[in-house]
């Protein structure tokens, strides 16, 4: 609740009655020509227990005119406004004394009964054309008796716990359309008797995403009501119209859509309470911490479980952590988006060697925030050596593809220029690294394959921290090539670095890769890796593309939430 602090009495200052309107015993608020409040009492905000931020801005009959049930009440029925369409009109309007009785609904949920009488007034340069005073009426109306709270009605400690369950499945899923469906499950039948999520996409298209109804506590999806929806407009003060704004929650009935829709989003609401006989219903914006994204819409097939403000209250809760849920899965896809398309830029074109076949993959993590850091390489050197890395660094995201990018093509230009040893190449990288790049630490291997006279293939390699490259020969016996470890770059240390060296057998296939394929929380490192050299002997006389897939697919843990980088170089049987 904020402060329930008067606003600021400029507005009224220029009517020169500020002082005496704002010590008045009865609550008193002028409203504009728009019907939007502009200015409130102390009084005023007592009686209602708000604060100045819960009026100033909001329409003056959609927030505080309602029968005794809490329902909103239809302008024509006593609003101050009716929102003539002429200019003749409005200036009767504005002329005319009107008073009533009204229920007005208060910050903690309930109704208060009162009368109301407005003083119309001469614009002035903020646009005030009326002043309505309001006090509680002494004896509400003998029709007007409170009904019996709702079968349905939650108690304080219920309404908190379905806003934890709701906060704990929107932050434990990536998701977010899942959680949804999850959230909507604990709204239903336990809240309402059907659920409906409009959500606004990028380009400001309305889809009807979600509709699902209890039945018997079973719950069906109604796609047959889910679809496109016509555009939000832009002044339309219809309940659905106005939450997808963000303008203002309301409560709504089938009365409510009466008479002649104002736009196509009150023709889709009409055929939507008509499809599933709702009698009762409360709309909130679905609001993330920059925009809307959408509107909830609750509602039940009987009028006497009939909404209250109250249960408005608790709606525009789920809504807003909707809301902040959505908006922050669709900032993430952006992320993941960016960087995956980043990462593909910058992951290079494999050179064509004479006999030996080399594939790759590369397969971004579930979660955007994980995206970025991996990447193989492959490039041909002057004296006809072919260089093969495999690395990853240290970071996440967009800083990670970033760091990546800086990594690689460094490498490249010393490994190119520079005819020496792996290891020295890598110790010359890290040196650099720590001055000249934004990466703080990463680990890579750094390989040169070659074909000795004899017809042989050498694999010379150093590792900075990276897990080892494995081995396959023809008939499925496996082995680790790890031999040449150092420090992962960025240490800070000066330690050697070392070379090792390999012949690799006729029809043998060495396989790279990065530890989003053999890591997962709670299990031990060299369980995956057992688990890579069963899976890679299973498959040692599959071709290559294949043994690559079916490596990736049944290697990587079905929980991993990093993202994976994998090089694979099959050795020919034969001579070259």
């Known amino acids: 609740m904020t402060d329930r602090s008067t606003a600021p009495t400029t507005v009224i200052d220029q009517l020169g009655v500020s002082a005496a309107l704002e010590h008045a015993s009865a609550g008193v608020y002028a409203v504009a020509d728009s019907g939007r409040i502009v200015w409130v009492n102390a009084r005023a905000l007592d009686l209602l227990l708000l604060g100045a931020d819960d009026m100033i801005g909001y329409d003056s009959h959609e927030l505080l005119h309602r029968d005794a049930r809490g329902r909103p009440v239809p302008r024509e029925n006593g609003g101050l406004r009716q929102q003539p369409d002429r ?63 709702s079968p349905r009605a939650l108690s304080e400690g219920e309404r908190l716990a379905l806003l934890a369950d709701t906060t704990a499945q929107l932050i434990s899923n990536v998701d977010v359309h899942g959680a949804l469906r999850r959230v909507v499950e604990l709204m239903l039948p336990r809240l309402a008797d059907w659920a409906v999520i409009d959500l606004i996409a990028e380009g400001d298209e309305v889809t009807r995403s979600l509709v699902v109804q209890a039945e018997d506590s079973v719950l069906r999806t109604r796609e047959d009501l889910q679809g496109p929806m016509p555009p939000i407009p832009a002044s339309s003060p219809m309940p659905l119209s106005a939450a997808l704004r963000g303008a203002a929650s309301a409560l709504a009935g089938p009365e409510t859509y009466d008479g002649p829709p104002d736009t196509g989003i009150a023709v889709e609401q009409r055929r939507l309470f008509e499809a599933t006989g709702i009698q009762t219903a409360a709309i909130a914006p679905i609001r993330g ?43 993430y896809q952006r992320q993941r988006q960016i960087a995956a398309t980043m990462q593909r830029y910058l992951l290079p074109q494999l050179p064509q060697l004479s006999g030996v076949e080399m594939t790759t993959r590369y397969l971004p993590a579930p979660d955007a925030s994980h995206v970025g850091g991996d990447w193989y ?130 029809g043998s296939t060495l396989v790279f890769y990065t530890d989003g394929l053999i890591e997962t929380r709670g299990e031990l490192l060299d369980t995956g890796l057992q688990r890579l050299r069963r899976h890679a002997a299973a498959l040692a006389h599959r071709p290559l593309n294949s043994f690559t897939d079916r490596l990736l697919e049944r290697t990587r843990p079905t929980d991993n939430d990093d993202d994976v980088a994998l090089l694979t170089i099959r050795i020919p049987l034969g001579t070259p």
């Open 87 to 149: 200019q003749a009109d409005r200036q009767t309007d504005r002329q005319a004394l009107r008073s009533g009785r009204n229920w007005y609904p208060r910050g903690d949920g309930t109704l208060l009964p009162g009368q109301w009488f407005s003083l119309p007034c001469e614009a002035n340069e903020q646009g005030v054309v009326a002043l309505v005073a309001f006090h509680p009426a002494e004896e509400p109306e003998p029709d007007a008796a409170r009904p019996a709270p």
């Open 289 to 331: 911490p920059h925009e809307v994204v959408g509107a909830l819409t609750l509602g039940r097939t009987r009028r006497d479980e009939a909404f209250t403000t109250g249960d408005l209250a608790l709606v525009e809760d789920i809504a807003r952590r909707i809301g902040i849920a959505l908006e922050n899965a669709r900032h």
């Open 377 to 506: 390489d492959a490039f041909p050197l002057p004296a006809g050596d072919t260089a093969l890395v495999i690395g990853d660094v240290v970071g996440h995201d967009l800083e990670a593809a970033a760091g990546m990018a800086q990594l690689r093509n460094m490498l490249r230009a010393y490994t190119w220029s520079q005819d020496n040893p792996p290891h020295r190449t890598v110790q010359h990288l890290d040196q650099a690294m720590r001055h000249i790049t934004d990466v703080r630490m990463a680990t890579l291997i750094l390989a040169r394959l070659a074909c000795d006279p004899a017809g042989h293939w050498i694999l010379r390699w150093t590792s900075a921290g990276h897990p080892p490259p494995l081995l396959v020969d023809y008939d499925g016996v496996t082995r680790y090539l790890d031999k040449g470890n150092g420090l992962l770059l960025g240490t800070g240390t000066d330690r050697p670095r070392h070379d090792a060296e390999a012949t690799l057998p006729p």
